[in-house]
């Protein structure tokens, strides 16, 4: 079989699934539809849809978009049998139900950014800086029943920087996680769709990726320095950490470490040498980025500068 007479419908919402979809599409793959989530009200009072930036694109290309509010309405089960898909592709989407998944004659496989069985979840890239991994990855596996448990087809490790943030590591998954979905595509054409797969081993240690929240993205001072400066990386840019400063919200987006030892109660803000310190439990650590509710982000000295001068 040619990758032009391999059928694939893309599922996908994100930017960070765009990369794969614009791989599949510009290296000659046979897309017939994409599935994205409905369009999301914006705007102050909600009156502005915004579609999916894989809808935008898709649109571009002239691909068909599915939409579904419900994956198990039996409307669009119909529509998306209409294109006798051959293999589905899912790339940061929601949880597909088995009269979807199943669908295919060679499965639908998902591309999760993490080295499975480790941060299963919604949001693994976030966790991995959280948690002062140095070293995350891409993983390719068949779908099943549960979250993120199906057979693995292929790995790939990507190195996680000490100053990288959120965002960097996003983008080069992307990237990784884009190139991963072709090589898995070429594997489903090479073998006539018998893809080996592995079982997800067994681990004690599991380290979970759930959904991020306005109160997960608090700083909890009372930690040690390493973790408080982990905890900012893997939040910044978006969602953003924050805590609260003279009664009003402070979005942190970068921190730097000083080694430092102090012995103030953690949470303690000082100024020193024109520099941002707050105390953790064991060191002092320097807040290099910010914002204020209502104010543009800018860098500490700036914010300290402003306030001497409003004295």
């Known amino acids: 079989m040619e990758k032009n007479e391999l059928k694939i419908v893309f599922m996908g919402t994100p930017e960070f699934a765009v990369e794969s979809l614009q791989r599949l599409v510009e290296g000659g793959y046979n897309v017939v539809a ?19 930036a894989v809808k935008v694109y898709a649109r571009q290309h002239d691909i068909p978009v ?15 049998r209409s294109y006798d898909a051959d293999l589905q592709v899912v790339v940061a989407f929601r949880m597909l139900p088995e009269a979807v998944w199943a669908m295919p004659r060679f499965g639908t496989f998902n591309v999760h950014a993490a080295l499975l069985p480790q941060y299963r979840g919604a949001a693994p890239i976030n966790w991995a ?24 087809i292929m ?11 959120v965002e960097y590591v996003y983008d080069g998954l992307m990237h990784l996680g884009a190139q991963a979905c072709i090589e898995t595509v070429d594997l489903v054409l090479k073998t006539g769709g018998d893809v ?22 608090e700083i909890d001072w009372a930690q040690t320095e390493k973790k408080v400066y982990d905890f900012v990386r893997g939040l910044s840019p978006v969602p953003g950490a ?28 000082k100024t020193e040498h024109n520099a941002l310190l707050v105390a953790t439990t064991d060191n002092w650590l320097e807040i290099k980025e910010l914002q204020l509710a209502g104010k ?10 402003g306030k001497v001068n409003k004295r």
């Open 66 to 80: 599915l939409q579904p509010l419900k994956m198990k309405d039996e409307a669009f089960l119909e529509e998306l």
């Open 155 to 165: 790995q790939k490790p990507f190195d996680i920087p000490d100053d990288a943030d």
């Open 34 to 52: 994409v599935v994205t989530q409905p369009d999301r009200p914006v705007g102050r009072h909600g009156s502005v849809l915004q579609p999916s």
């Open 242 to 269: 924050w805590c609260t400063f003279e009664g009003s919200t402070m979005k942190v987006y970068k921190t730097q470490k000083t080694g430092l030892s102090c012995n103030e109660a953690p949470g303690t803000m």
């Open 296 to 305: 543009k982000r800018m860098n500490a000295r700036d914010f300290l500068n």
């Open 129 to 152: 800086v959280i948690n002062g991994e140095t070293t995350t990855g891409v993983t390719t596996f068949f779908l099943d029943h549960q979250i993120d448990t199906g057979r693995i």
């Open 196 to 217: 080996p797969a592995i079982a997800q081993p067994d681990i004690d240690d599991l380290k979970p990726a759930p959904k991020i929240f306005k109160e997960t993205c």
